[in-house]
Nanobody, 120 residues
Framework: QVQLVESGGGLVQAGGSLRLSCAASGSIFSINAMGWYRQAPGKQRELVAAITDDGRINYLDSVKGRFTISRDNAKNTVYLQMNSLKPEDTAVYYC??????????????WGQGTQVTVSS
């Protein structure tokens, strides 16, 4: 079994910054892609940013230039640095990881979610 533990959400004023962290632990042989999704009330969950094990990155268009995703493979941890936050960034942010376990099975795992609220 694999667990993803997120931290770093909170309340911030527009223009402020937050840094999210997500640490994976458990039966991990390797991790392919890691990413952050978000879901605002009444909206579908959307991919915010993702990073592969070899460093390829993609971002949601609306966060390009403001958010930066990174990962520490040795710690099985992914980060999301969020700058110049806007009220429309308000959502629950979920960590996701595509994990290969010791049985060489590829499975998708999710964190519990962390609330990010940006006030105007």
């Amino acid at each position: 079994q694999v667990q993803l533990v997120e931290s770093g959400g909170g309340l911030v004023q527009a223009g402020g910054s937050l840094r999210l962290s997500c640490a994976a632990s458990g039966s991990i042989f390797s991790i392919n892609a890691m990413g952050w999704y978000r879901q605002a009330p009444g909206k579908q969950r959307e991919l915010v940013a993702a990073i592969t094990d070899d460093g390829r990155i993609n971002y949601l268009d609306s966060v390009k230039g403001r958010f930066t995703i990174s990962r520490d493979n040795a710690k099985n941890t992914v980060y999301l640095q969020m700058n110049s936050l806007k009220p429309e960034d308000t959502a629950v942010y979920y960590c996701n990881a595509a994990v290969i376990d010791y049985g060489r099975r590829l499975r998708d795992y999710w964190g519990q979610g962390t609330q990010v609220t940006v006030s105007s």
